[in-house]
């Protein structure tokens, strides 16, 4: 099984809602990534885990809240968003073991803030 | 940090020819390159990469090269065929020991194969 599934698919939000995305992945992999993507432009490094602890916060704005509940799971928490946080959220995952392991994407999950 | 160019921005060929796109990097510690194909509503999926120790690699119709003292890397595409209709991304990792690959992206290349 190499695949990284992500959900929902597509999420909706107002600027007061709370919401999480959810990722998952059963090849043993033990670093796992999100990502924002805006339209026409490359993936952006939001976090980075790495066996289950934090260890990239690349300066994201605190109403995004990462989780990594087990080594095959992460989520992310969103609360009090912006219209311009709307984006493809990709997560990813790889061998933790070096730091130039294969990058697995997962399909993304579209968020638009309303 | 790293910083990765990629060019050109588009690129328009006719089914059967070659494509090729450039990046240049500028972190000399970074020592992985993948190059990643996005279609329209998914995520990107890795079509090949090259490590440090390597110039050159191949697989079927898709070759990267890797120049280190020029700090460049190129994707070359041989008769291109409509499903290779796609953005392509390149990338660049090494230089980041924290844990997990810290992958810096270039700005990609909607490549368009014409009938």
């Known amino acids: 099984d190499t695949e990284v599934t992500q959900t929902p698919k597509h999420l909706v939000m107002g600027m007061t809602n709370k919401k999480s995305l959810k990722c998952e992945q059963h090849m043993g992999h033990r670093a796992m990534y999100w990502y924002k993507q805006k339209a026409k432009k490359p993936p952006e490094l939001m976090f980075v885990?790495?066996?289950?602890?934090?260890?990239i916060n690349e300066s994201v704005p605190s109403r995004f809240s990462p989780e990594c509940p087990n080594s095959s799971l992460l989520n992310l928490h969103l609360h009090a968003l912006q219209p311009e946080d709307s984006a493809l959220y990709l997560c990813?995952?790889?061998?933790?073991?070096?730091?130039?392991?294969?990058?697995?994407f997962g399909e993304g999950s579209r968020l638009t803030v309303l | 940090g790293e910083n990765v160019e990629q060019h050109p921005s588009t690129l328009s060929v006719q089914e059967g020819d070659s494509a090729v796109i450039k990046c240049t990097y500028s972190d000399s510690a970074s020592n992985y390159f993948p190059w990643y194909k996005q279609e329209l509503g998914k995520g990107p999926q890795l079509i090949i990469d090259i490590r440090s120790n390597v110039g050159e690699k191949k697989d079927q119709r898709i070759a990267v090269t890797l120049n280190k003292t020029a700090k460049h890397f190129s994707l070359h595409i041989t008769e291109t065929q409509p499903e290779d209709s796609a953005v392509y991304f390149c990338?660049?990792?090494?230089?980041?020991?924290?844990?997990?690959?810290?992958?810096?992206f270039g700005t990609g290349t909607q490549l368009k194969v014409e009938l």
């Open positions: 990813a995952s790889s061998q933790a073991s070096g730091n130039t392991g294969e990058l697995f």
């Open positions: 885990y790495s066996y289950e602890k934090l260890s």
């Open positions: 990338a660049a990792s090494g230089g980041y020991t924290g844990g997990g690959n810290k992958l810096t």
